[in-house]
């Protein structure tokens, strides 16, 4: 083990993505401490499934990051906003505070002005999921093979090498990217088509009993519709102004689609079916 990395992590947040952390750190790094945070059920769950040594309640996060070196925000990122001011000043200097937010740019600037100096901030996001929920939809391998984005602050340089080798022990490819660019990036690839499949889904529903008839094609399209809003919530909120410039970007693709409708925009399928093609084989999330 290097020099610096990591011995004792605190994960706030015992969901999905925060319990496949821990759990992928107990089977890739089982030398290590993991420390959980979150309320009772969770916290009770997680120590059953060996995720955690142990366990804080969120009233006592300072106690919970004093020690660790390394801590993960894995809540909502409403949530993550708060608690960095919460959590940053009770962590010893030279420690690591990064999160698990899917956008990057509102969670680095909050950082910004609450981080203290010797406490190092590096936006993260994974990019993996699953169909589970809660720590019993948890899952070591989660972050096998899957980006993991990276947005670092100025002045992380020292403790960014140690973030990227232990995300490496977990699996991940990690990336770095800027926090404005990443807010962009997702907007086009991730928060895009869910807006899609929601508007193709109403708009088809209000054509009286049309939705009966959706067979395959539909389906494939529109199964991210059954998203629930309150995963979305802060991720629209967060993210709106890049949001805005992709649907503005799609509808203009759409209507120059349109107008090419009766020549034949054969053009535009064949170079969306070689894009398509060459979109990377998917992965564990």
Same mark, same amino acid.
């Given at each position: ?11 706030? /947040? ?10 992928? %750190? ?8 993991? %420390? ?21 309640? #969120? ?13 993960? =925000?894995?809540? #909502? ?9 919460? &959590? ?6 030279? &420690?690591?505070?990064?999160? =698990?937010?899917?956008?990057?740019? !509102?969670?680095?600037? *909050? ?8 406490? $190092?901030?590096?936006?993260?996001? #994974? ?19 899957? =980006? ?12 960014? #090498? ?25 907007? $086009? ?16 529903? *209000?054509?009286?009993? $049309?939705?009966?008839? !959706? ?13 629930? $809003? /309150? ?11 890049? %949001? ?6 799609? =509808? ?7 107008? *090419? ?25």
């Amino acid at each position: 083990m290097e020099p610096g990395f990591p011995h004792k992590v605190t994960i706030v /947040g015992l969901g999905l993505m925060g319990g496949s952390l821990a759990l992928a %750190i107990r089977r890739f790094l089982p030398q290590l401490e993991v %420390i959980g945070v979150d309320f009772p059920a969770a916290r009770g769950e997680a120590e059953a499934r060996g995720a955690i040594h142990r366990g804080f309640p #969120p009233q006592e996060l300072p106690r919970a990051v004093a020690e660790s070196d390394l801590v993960f =925000l894995a809540t #909502p990122i409403r949530t993550i906003l708060e608690l960095i001011g919460e &959590a940053a000043p009770h962590m010893r200097k030279g &420690a690591i505070l990064t999160d =698990l937010g899917s956008t990057k740019a !509102a969670i680095c600037r *909050r950082a910004r002005e609450q981080v203290p100096g010797g406490v $190092y901030f590096v936006g993260g996001h #994974p990019l993996t999921g699953a169909e589970g929920k809660g720590i019993a939809g948890a899952d070591p391998f989660l972050f096998q093979n899957a =980006l993991y984005v990276l947005t670092p602050l100025e002045g992380t340089e020292g403790a960014l #090498p140690l973030l990227q080798g232990f995300l490496r022990r977990l699996g991940a490819i990690v990336v770095e990217l800027a926090p404005e660019e990443h807010d962009r990036i997702a907007a $086009y690839v991730s928060h895009l088509p869910q807006l899609l499949a929601v508007a193709l889904v109403n708009l088809v529903g *209000r054509e009286g009993g $049309y939705l009966r008839f !959706a067979a395959g094609g539909f389906r494939d399209l529109t199964r991210i519709a059954s998203s629930p $809003y /309150g995963i979305w919530e802060d991720i629209l909120t967060t993210n709106a102004p890049r %949001i805005r410039e992709a649907l503005a970007a799609l =509808l203009s693709e759409l209507s120059r689609l349109g107008e *090419r409708i009766e020549v034949g925009p054969r053009e535009e399928f064949e170079r969306a079916r070689a894009l398509r093609a060459s979109l990377p084989r998917a992965v564990k999330g």
